[in-house]
């Protein structure tokens, strides 16, 4: 399960990735617009990569239980 602190991480780095993107558009600053983009991507990116870890072991479980329950048969 993913922690509430990589939650709030991921989070922030989606935020702060918008705003700056925003405020890069805004001031016609492509490279503040490009940074934004870029963090705002790795915060996705870590929340998918989170999902995938969690439905691993969600399967892993999965798989241990169903061998008890033979094991136990």
Known sequence: MVSSKDKFENTKDKV???AKEV???V??????EAEG???NTLGK???AL???KDAAKGAVKSIKKKL???EDD
């Open 23 to 25: 405020g890069g558009k």
């Open 45 to 47: 990116a870590k929340d």
């Open 27 to 32: 001031t016609d600053d492509k490279k503040l």
């Open 50 to 52: 989170n999902d995938a």
């Open 16 to 18: 702060s990735g918008k």
């Open 37 to 39: 983009k870029t963090q």
């Open 68 to 70: 008890n329950k033979k």
